[in-house]
Structure formats: structure tokens, C-alpha cells
């Protein structure tokens, strides 16, 4: 996906995670030319956890538990069917919580039938409890076990006869058909700002694809640039061309009405008037990025779906012709 690209975040819990809700949502974004979805990823919430949370100041996890999170790869597989243009993304899967065969098998299948859509945003996740619940490998280990988990995919995706031998999963040689639609495999978006993070993007992912917001603030662009340079520097020793990797950003929208009082300045994100979100996306437009993904701020389905609305006629066309 070459040029700027944006996209919507869907809400994947909570009173919008509903079959109305997320039909209108995702309609709309096809039909305003809008380049991706994502879905979040969450199997169960522990009722009490004593984890830190990476993306709040406070390091805790601001939601209910009983909030309900909908299964991601089911959730795109009915995304693929109501859009037909619209590439569809994870933002994103734990990767250690499932089987990487299987979970493999499953994103070929949805990139098979959604025309060659699909965008695997991988991480390694952060709960210790839920890894716990749904007995993953340990958590202690997510690091290296994503790694391999990875790496494992790409195999399952590009090989034929495929066979993989690591430390925590062994495939004898297997047929892996279908490959996905895409050549070379669904792209890997590796999320996270840590070192261990910037070493996995650089080493083996098609993208990075942080989110914004990092304690106490927001990853501004002087940090996000030296980040950058990181994980180029990880690329070259890895023998990939740091051009090969796309940059990305996932980022709070919200527009200022066009009239009357507005408060919501103060809060992290790409928040202001048209104007200042033009700048926004301009500064990090200027270091690379070129696929921005929107948690849009509004908490109802009408305040969301007019938020796309005027992102798509107020800002998309001053920062780029729109995308194709």
C-alpha cells in the first residue's frame, strides 16, 4: 500500500460492539473510500488483574471487565463480507494466544475470500492473567515465542511443502493450502514502542504500527522519529531495506465542531479544528508515515459516522488526493 492511507478503528467492546453498530460503521468507511478497519483483540478480561497497562498514564487498565470484547479473526471474516474494498486489520492480535498453525490457516482462508484484504497487526500482548486463562505459552516468553509464532506464519504462507523447526513449535512438512491472495503473505504490522519491539519491526515486520499514546503522553514526532531510526538501523543488520517497512500510527480523532463550545482539546490525539489536524497528521506525514488509523472519539454511532463524514471531505483532501 503504497501513498497515505486512512483508516478506522472499530470498537470492538462495549455498547457500539453490536451487529447494527459495526455494519454502519464499516459501510460507511467502505463507501467514503476510507483504506482500512481494524479490530482489537482481547479472548477474555480477567475480573482482577494486577498487570500494566503500557498506553495510560496510571498504568491500569481503564475499562470494565465485563465491557465484552468480540473475537477478532470472526469478526473480519463477517467485515470481509459486508465491504468489498476496504483492507481489514488487527490492531492488535496477541499473537501467543492462539496456535500459530491454525491461526495461519484462518487469515489465509479470510485474505482467500475477502479478495486479498487482510492485514495481520501482531503484539505480544500484556496481561499476564489472560495469557494465564487461556494457558498460552509463558508470559515471560511472549517476546520470543511471537517471534517464532511469526516467522512460523510467513513459512505456513509462502512455502509449499511447508516444515518449521523452533524452540516452541515444531511442523514436520505439511500442505498449507490455500496461500493468501496476497503475494508474499499477508503483511506483518508489528505494534509497540519498546526496544524489543523496534528489533521485531525491523527484523521481520512489513510496518510498524504503534499507537499513539505512550505514558504520560503522546509519542510525539521528535520521539516517534528516533524510534524510526531504530528500527531502520535493525533492518540494515537484519540485510532489508528500512524503505520495505512501512510507517504507521494509530491515533484518537476528534474534530472541533464548527460551532459553539468545545472542551476537547486537552485530551491526547489528534483533536482541534480541521486545520490543526491537518497539521497533526503533516508533522508525522513529514517523517515517513503514511497509513494513519483513527480511534474515532466520538462514544456514539452518530457521532462516529459524522466524524468519518467530515475527516473524509474537511481534512483527507488537503493532506493527499484520496486514496484509491
Given at each position: 500500500m503504497?501513498?497515505m492511507?486512512?483508516g478506522?478503528?472499530?470498537?470492538?467492546?462495549?455498547?457500539?460492539?453490536?451487529?447494527?453498530?459495526?455494519?454502519?460503521?464499516?459501510?460507511k468507511?467502505?463507501?467514503?473510500?476510507?483504506s482500512s478497519l481494524?479490530?482489537?483483540?482481547?479472548?477474555?478480561i480477567p475480573?482482577?488483574?494486577?498487570?500494566?497497562?503500557?498506553y495510560s498514564p496510571?498504568g491500569?487498565?481503564?475499562?470494565?471487565?465485563?465491557?465484552?470484547?468480540?473475537?477478532?479473526?470472526?469478526?473480519?471474516g463477517?467485515l470481509?463480507?459486508?465491504?468489498?474494498?476496504?483492507?481489514?486489520?488487527?490492531?492488535?492480535?496477541?499473537?501467543p494466544?492462539?496456535?500459530?498453525v491454525?491461526?495461519?490457516k484462518m487469515l489465509?482462508?479470510?485474505?482467500?475470500?475477502?479478495?486479498?484484504?487482510?492485514?495481520?497487526?501482531?503484539?505480544v500482548?500484556w496481561?499476564?492473567?489472560?495469557?494465564?486463562a487461556?494457558?498460552?505459552?509463558?508470559?515471560?516468553?511472549?517476546?520470543?515465542?511471537?517471534?517464532e509464532?511469526?516467522?512460523?506464519?510467513?513459512v505456513?504462507?509462502?512455502?509449499?511443502?511447508?516444515?518449521y523447526?523452533g524452540?516452541?513449535?515444531r511442523?514436520?512438512s505439511v500442505?498449507a493450502?490455500?496461500?493468501?491472495?496476497?503475494?508474499?503473505?499477508?503483511?506483518?504490522?508489528?505494534?509497540?514502542?519498546?526496544?524489543?519491539?523496534?528489533?521485531?519491526?525491523?527484523?521481520?515486520a512489513?510496518?510498524?504500527?504503534?499507537?499513539?499514546?505512550?505514558?504520560?503522553?503522546?509519542?510525539?514526532?521528535?520521539?516517534?522519529?528516533?524510534?524510526?531510526?531504530?528500527i531502520?538501523?535493525?533492518?540494515?543488520?537484519a540485510?532489508?531495506?528500512?524503505k520495505?517497512?512501512?510507517?504507521?500510527?494509530?491515533?484518537?480523532?476528534e474534530?472541533?465542531?464548527?460551532?459553539g463550545?468545545w472542551?476537547?482539546?486537552?485530551?491526547?490525539?489528534?483533536?482541534?479544528?480541521?486545520?490543526e489536524?491537518?497539521?497533526?497528521?503533516k508533522?508525522?506525514?513529514?517523517?515517513?508515515?503514511?497509513h494513519?488509523?483513527?480511534?474515532?472519539a466520538?462514544?456514539d454511532?452518530?457521532?462516529q459516522?459524522?466524524?468519518?463524514?467530515?475527516?473524509?471531505?474537511?481534512v483527507?483532501?488537503k493532506?493527499l488526493r484520496?486514496?484509491?
Open positions: 503504497r501513498g492511507h486512512f478506522v478503528s472499530l470498537p470492538g467492546r462495549g455498547p457500539l460492539a453490536t451487529p447494527e453498530a459495526l455494519t454502519k460503521l464499516a459501510e468507511a467502505d463507501g467514503l473510500r476510507y481494524f479490530v482489537t483483540d482481547h479472548v477474555v475480573t482482577s488483574n494486577s498487570s500494566t497497562y503500557p496510571t491500569r487498565f481503564a475499562t470494565d471487565w465485563t465491557n465484552g470484547y468480540l473475537e477478532p479473526i470472526a469478526l473480519m463477517v470481509a463480507g459486508l465491504t468489498s474494498r476496504v483492507k481489514l486489520g488487527t490492531s492488535v492480535l496477541v499473537v494466544y492462539r496456535n500459530p491454525v491461526t495461519a489465509a482462508t479470510l485474505d482467500v475470500m475477502s479478495g486479498g484484504r487482510l492485514i495481520l497487526g501482531a503484539g500482548g496481561m499476564r492473567e489472560e495469557f494465564e487461556v494457558q498460552a505459552p509463558p508470559f515471560d516468553e511472549r517476546g520470543r515465542v511471537t517471534d509464532y511469526l516467522r512460523l506464519m510467513r505456513m504462507w509462502t512455502k509449499e511443502p511447508a516444515d523447526t524452540k516452541y513449535y511442523l514436520p500442505s493450502l490455500p496461500k493468501p491472495r496476497q503475494a508474499g503473505g499477508i503483511p506483518i504490522w508489528v505494534g509497540g514502542h519498546t526496544d524489543a519491539a523496534l528489533r521485531r519491526v525491523g527484523e521481520l512489513d510496518a510498524w504500527h504503534p499507537i499513539g499514546l505512550r505514558p504520560p503522553a503522546m509519542l510525539h514526532p521528535p520521539e516517534y522519529a528516533e524510534k524510526v531510526k531504530v531502520h538501523g535493525w533492518a540494515r543488520k540485510g532489508r531495506d528500512p520495505d517497512i512501512t510507517l504507521s500510527l494509530r491515533v484518537p480523532l474534530l472541533a465542531p464548527r460551532r463550545p472542551t476537547g482539546a486537552d485530551q491526547p490525539g489528534f483533536r482541534g479544528t480541521a486545520a489536524v491537518i497539521g497533526h497528521i508533522a508525522y506525514q513529514a517523517l515517513g508515515v503514511s494513519f488509523v483513527f480511534d474515532l466520538p462514544p454511532l452518530r457521532g459516522l459524522s466524524l468519518m463524514e467530515r475527516f473524509a471531505q474537511e483527507r483532501p493532506v484520496a486514496p484509491r
